[in-house]
């Protein structure tokens, strides 16, 4: 099936979006979700992102601290960078190892955008972020996130913004560490290739009809989204900006394909 998208206004968002997006005029969108109907809770959701400001910085728990607190599982999310402006900036991990003491009294005394480690970024960039990661997202970029579907963040700091933060929650769960840079890496130009391997969803970049990084891959939902050209999900077709949603890799048709990413579960 094809999934509905939802746009979402933040105070960080965009009010202008790219032309395949059609949204109420003068509204800041943040996200677009993309959304299964009632009674069905996929595994993985697919956001587009759209930043004029900083993101707060935050963090997501793990399985198992997840369900410790009540929750099904954790949150582990990837980015796909489709835009980033030439001064554009990612915060990922801190730039030093601390003990939980100096990371409350960052947050406390204003210096918690000191301690996070911004990173450039260009088109083309993929970080795989893994649950415990301390992140935040720059103004200037336009990226694609794939992540383990939940609402579940831990806000550490939001630039003075009247938000709740959830200081003793994310302590609890972050990982006071740099971010491992294996977690990064290019998007082929122009080539099918698996572009994330996490323990909870693959993604792939798929350029025309060469499924060839799809061979032999096995798993219980596959997630679609045209980049360029449109691919067919159970004979509807997903335009470009579009998402859907099915069980099987038989049931799609990439025969119309230019460019599209999928993203299938692991679990």
Same mark, same amino acid.
């Given at each position: ?98 003990? *939980? ?5 960052? +947050? /406390?005394? %204003?210096?918690? #955008?000191? =301690? ?82 996490? *323990? ?5 970049? +798929? /350029?025309? %009809?060469?499924? #060839?990084? =799809? ?53």
């Amino acid at each position: 099936m094809k999934l509905k998208r939802r746009f979402v206004e933040k105070p960080w968002g965009e009010t202008v979006l790219p032309d395949i997006f059609q949204a109420d005029s003068g509204k800041k969108i943040g996200e677009i979700w993309f959304e299964a109907p009632k009674g069905i809770s996929p595994q993985l959701m697919i956001k587009y992102l759209f930043t004029s400001e900083k993101l707060s910085i935050q963090v997501h728990p793990d399985d198992q601290q997840a369900r410790r607190m009540g929750f099904p599982h954790g949150k582990e999310e990837s980015w796909l960078i489709l835009h980033a402006e030439s001064w554009a900036t990612l915060g990922i991990g801190l730039v030093k190892e601390v003990q *939980p003491s100096e990371l409350r009294e960052a +947050i /406390i005394s %204003d210096k918690m #955008e000191n =301690l996070l480690d911004w990173k450039p970024v260009s088109a083309g960039d993929i970080f795989h972020i893994p649950a415990g990661t301390v992140h935040a997202i720059g103004p200037g970029i336009v990226l694609l996130e794939v992540q383990q579907n939940i609402d579940l963040t831990y806000r550490l700091y939001d630039y003075g913004r009247p938000r709740e933060l959830h200081i003793e929650g994310a302590l609890n769960v972050a990982a006071l560490r740099p971010y491992d840079m294996n977690n990064h890496s290019k998007i082929p130009a122009d080539q099918s290739a698996m572009l994330v391997d996490s *323990p909870y969803f693959r993604i792939f970049q +798929i /350029i025309g %009809d060469d499924i #060839e990084p =799809l061979t032999g891959i096995e798993a219980t939902e596959w997630q679609l989204i045209s980049l360029d050209g449109n691919v067919k999900v159970c004979g509807t077709p997903i335009e470009i900006g579009e998402c859907g949603i099915c069980a099987s890799q038989a049931d799609i048709d990439m025969s119309n394909n230019r460019k599209a990413i999928i993203a299938c579960t692991t679990k």
